[in-house]
Each structure stands twice: as structure tokens, then as C-alpha cells.
């Protein structure tokens, strides 16, 4: 992961919203976005015009669209000219097509992770969004927190020595729920698009892309995964383990651990709000990273920069990383056997409201 900071905006005009599905991460993401600067909260689309009339209520937009006699709500949303950029939220399988169709209507896109289900879909997004002149960005929030920048500073800085392992692991019982999105194959579920993502974040962040990757995973009786372990192996012998559980809980931190020491997470690894840094003397030091949203500002504030600046990818999460991160879980899905209808090319679902 890369360290650039921000810096500043090229220009500081108001940029108009749209938000794409009403679920439970589209209603947090925009309790950030209505408190991030120069942003206006214009439009949101769901399938029914019941959720998209009460969200937009909720929230303040001034729009909601939804599936009727004029098409489908998203469509009509990248149709309406006043609108700069989305935010997509809806299940991980209708990403590449509501991410394609957004692109195609001239719209700036952030989406929620995974980026997409496969790397073949990730790299056509990124190929239109280069043609197009948009700017497209992975909505992993975590890149963007201040602990998470924090521990790359005192890992760029010797804090710990040369990183040799990472440990991080995410996991919850969750019932199961067959019509849920966790548990059906339609939407990509499973733990390790949904959850495995943060771990390997941390991986990747410490340690860089692997050379070698084994994946051991547990599949149920829907062919989707309920827990996977995954080895990342690196020259001279450096590794990470990371595991992701839809069946058990687990402290939900990571470890980087180093020659001269090594770095904690608070719980939950996907948020931190605090780091525990200990060296070969074994006095443990903290540091508190207090936040007064719910920690989305971070990568929305990256995003409103990047398009006022002119720029197409973020430096925090350039396209070729997210790129290798969907090659990487396509790695892990091969050897798991977990298979979804995206790799056979149906990638445009209608997207869930």
C-alpha cells in the first residue's frame, strides 16, 4: 500500500451524490458523506420507490429514483446530468455491471468491496474508466483511516525492523440465512469476499504481493465459503496468515511483526482505533486514533479530492493493486473450488435496493 498523503484540492466546488442501493452500508456511508465538505446529497436509487422516497427522506436528498415505466432507478440516476459522482453499494455481484453502467452515463465511481467478484471484471471497469476520463476508486475504507496511515509511517520508518509475518484474522457466527447476501451464491457471498478483504488489506500493507498463495477453505451445501485460511509466502521465508470465519469469532486484529518488534491493531482490524507498538525492550506503547464519524469520511474525503484534482486513481488505492488483490482472492477461489455466476460473464444482476 502506498503512503502518499493528500494534499491539497485543485479547486473547491460542490460535488452532487448519487447513491446506488439502500442497505444497511449505503445508510452509514452516507451519515458520513452528509458531514463531508462541498458535498451535496442529490439522488439515491433503489429497485422500490418505498425505500428509494424513505432513504432519500432520511438522508436529505433531493431525488430518489426507482424501477418503473422510465427503467431501472440506477440507470435513471447515471441518466440525470447533475449528477458528479456514486457511491455503489449494492451485493458484490451487481457490481460490474452497475459500476460499468455508471461509467458509461460519464459518472465519477466509488464502489463498495470487493470491487468486483473476478480480476477479468475489475481490469474491464479500470480499462473504461481510463478510456472515459473518470476517476473509479475501491471503497476499502480501512486504507484510508489514520491508524491504518499511522502504522505504514512506523513500518516505512524501521519502527519495527524488516517485516517478516503478518497474522490477521475477521470473523463472526453468522445464522444461516439463505435468501441473506452472506449466504447466497447469487451475490457473491461467503467469507472471503465479504470479510477476507480487511485481513489481506494488512497483509499487503506490511509485506507487499506474495510470490505464493495457499488457500484452505470450507464450502456448504449452496457452494458458498464459511471459512478460509489463506498463506501469503514471501522471499526469505516472510509470511502472513490470515483467516476469515463466518462461523466463529475471533479477536478481529492483526499482527505485523518485525526484526526490531511489532504492531498491533485495535479490534476491529477493519477500524482501528488504536495501535499497540512494542519493541525488543517489551515495553508496549499505544497510540489512540479517536474518530467522530463512523470512519467512511476518510476514503470519501480521498475520492472528493481526487476528481477535484483531476486525477483517475487514487495514489492510496491505484487501480493496479485493486487489480491484483481480485487476482489474488481468484487464486484462493480456485483452490477452494468456490465458484460464482460472474465467472461465466453474468455480471449485471439487477442491483438489490
Given at each position: 500500500?502506498?503512503?502518499?498523503?493528500?494534499?491539497?484540492?485543485?479547486?473547491?466546488?460542490?460535488?452532487?451524490?448519487?447513491?446506488?442501493?439502500?442497505?444497511?452500508?449505503?445508510?452509514?456511508?452516507?451519515?458520513?458523506?452528509?458531514?463531508?465538505?462541498?458535498?451535496?446529497?442529490?439522488?439515491?436509487?433503489?429497485?422500490?420507490?418505498?425505500?428509494?422516497?424513505?432513504?432519500?427522506?432520511?438522508?436529505?436528498?433531493?431525488?430518489?429514483?426507482?424501477?418503473?415505466?422510465?427503467?431501472?432507478?440506477?440507470?435513471?440516476?447515471?441518466?440525470?446530468?447533475?449528477?458528479?459522482?456514486?457511491?455503489?453499494?449494492?451485493?458484490?455481484?451487481?457490481?460490474?455491471?452497475?459500476?460499468?453502467?455508471?461509467?458509461?452515463?460519464?459518472?465519477?465511481?466509488?464502489?463498495?468491496k470487493p470491487f468486483t467478484i473476478n480480476a477479468r471484471e475489475a481490469t474491464e471497469l479500470v480499462h473504461l474508466a481510463k478510456a472515459r476520463g473518470?476517476?473509479?476508486?475501491?471503497?476499502?475504507?480501512?486504507?484510508?483511516?489514520?491508524?491504518?496511515?499511522?502504522?505504514?509511517?512506523?513500518?516505512?520508518?524501521?519502527?519495527?525492523?524488516?517485516?517478516?509475518?503478518?497474522?490477521?484474522?475477521?470473523?463472526?457466527?453468522?445464522?444461516?440465512?439463505?435468501?441473506?447476501?452472506?449466504?447466497?451464491?447469487?451475490?457473491?457471498?461467503?467469507?472471503?469476499?465479504?470479510?477476507?478483504?480487511?485481513?489481506?488489506?494488512?497483509?499487503?500493507?506490511?509485506?507487499?504481493?506474495?510470490?505464493?498463495?495457499?488457500?484452505?477453505?470450507?464450502?456448504?451445501?449452496?457452494?458458498?465459503?464459511?471459512?478460509?485460511?489463506?498463506?501469503?509466502?514471501?522471499?526469505?521465508?516472510?509470511?502472513?496468515?490470515?483467516?476469515?470465519?463466518?462461523?466463529?469469532?475471533?479477536?478481529?486484529?492483526?499482527?505485523?511483526?518485525?526484526?526490531?518488534?511489532?504492531?498491533?491493531?485495535?479490534?476491529?482490524?477493519?477500524?482501528?482505533?488504536?495501535?499497540?507498538?512494542?519493541?525488543?525492550?517489551?515495553?508496549?506503547?499505544?497510540?489512540?486514533?479517536?474518530?467522530?464519524?463512523?470512519?467512511?469520511?476518510?476514503?470519501?474525503?480521498?475520492?472528493?479530492?481526487?476528481?477535484?484534482?483531476?486525477?483517475?486513481?487514487?495514489?492510496?488505492?491505484?487501480?493496479?493493486?485493486?487489480?491484483?488483490?481480485?487476482?489474488?482472492?481468484d487464486q484462493a477461489r480456485e483452490q477452494m473450488g468456490l465458484r460464482y455466476a460472474n465467472d461465466y460473464g453474468n455480471g449485471r444482476q439487477v442491483?438489490?435496493?
Amino acid at each position: 500500500m502506498k503512503q502518499e498523503t493528500s494534499g491539497p484540492a485543485a479547486d473547491a466546488r460542490t460535488l452532487r451524490w448519487g447513491v446506488v442501493a439502500t442497505g444497511r452500508i449505503a445508510h452509514k456511508v452516507t451519515r458520513d458523506l452528509a458531514q463531508l465538505e462541498g458535498a451535496e446529497l442529490y439522488a439515491v436509487s433503489s429497485r422500490g420507490r418505498a425505500s428509494a422516497e424513505k432513504f432519500a427522506r432520511e438522508h436529505g436528498f433531493a431525488l430518489s429514483y426507482h424501477d418503473g415505466p422510465a427503467g431501472d432507478g440506477y440507470r435513471q440516476l447515471f441518466a440525470d446530468p447533475r449528477v458528479d459522482v456514486v457511491y455503489v453499494a449494492t451485493p458484490h455481484a451487481q457490481h460490474f455491471g452497475v459500476v460499468r453502467a455508471a461509467l458509461e452515463g460519464g459518472k465519477h465511481v466509488l464502489c463498495e468491496k470487493p470491487f468486483t467478484i473476478n480480476a477479468r471484471e475489475a481490469t474491464e471497469l479500470v480499462h473504461l474508466a481510463k478510456a472515459r476520463g473518470l476517476f473509479l476508486m475501491e471503497a476499502v475504507w480501512t486504507r484510508f483511516l489514520p491508524a491504518t496511515r499511522r502504522a505504514l509511517e512506523l513500518i516505512g520508518n524501521g519502527e519495527i525492523g524488516t517485516v517478516r509475518w503478518v497474522h490477521a484474522d475477521l470473523g463472526f457466527p453468522a445464522a444461516y440465512d439463505p435468501t441473506d447476501r452472506l449466504w447466497d451464491p447469487a451475490a457473491g457471498g461467503g467469507a472471503l469476499l465479504d470479510l477476507a478483504v480487511y485481513p489481506l488489506t494488512w497483509a499487503v500493507a506490511a509485506l507487499g504481493f506474495p510470490t505464493g498463495l495457499t488457500a484452505k477453505g470450507h464450502l456448504n451445501q449452496d457452494g458458498v465459503d464459511v471459512q478460509n485460511t489463506l498463506t501469503l509466502e514471501y522471499p526469505e521465508g516472510a509470511a502472513a496468515q490470515l483467516t476469515s470465519s463466518l462461523q466463529a469469532s475471533g479477536p478481529g486484529m492483526a499482527t505485523i511483526g518485525g526484526t526490531a518488534g511489532w504492531i498491533r491493531t485495535g479490534s476491529p482490524l477493519y477500524n482501528p482505533r488504536r495501535l499497540e507498538i512494542c519493541g525488543l525492550d517489551g515495553n508496549v506503547r499505544v497510540e489512540e486514533f479517536p474518530e467522530e464519524t463512523e470512519g467512511f469520511i476518510h476514503e470519501l474525503r480521498e475520492t472528493a479530492r481526487c476528481i477535484r484534482s483531476g486525477l483517475q486513481e487514487s495514489p492510496l488505492m491505484p487501480w493496479a493493486e485493486t487489480v491484483r488483490v481480485m487476482q489474488l482472492l481468484d487464486q484462493a477461489r480456485e483452490q477452494m473450488g468456490l465458484r460464482y455466476a460472474n465467472d461465466y460473464g453474468n455480471g449485471r444482476q439487477v442491483p438489490a435496493g
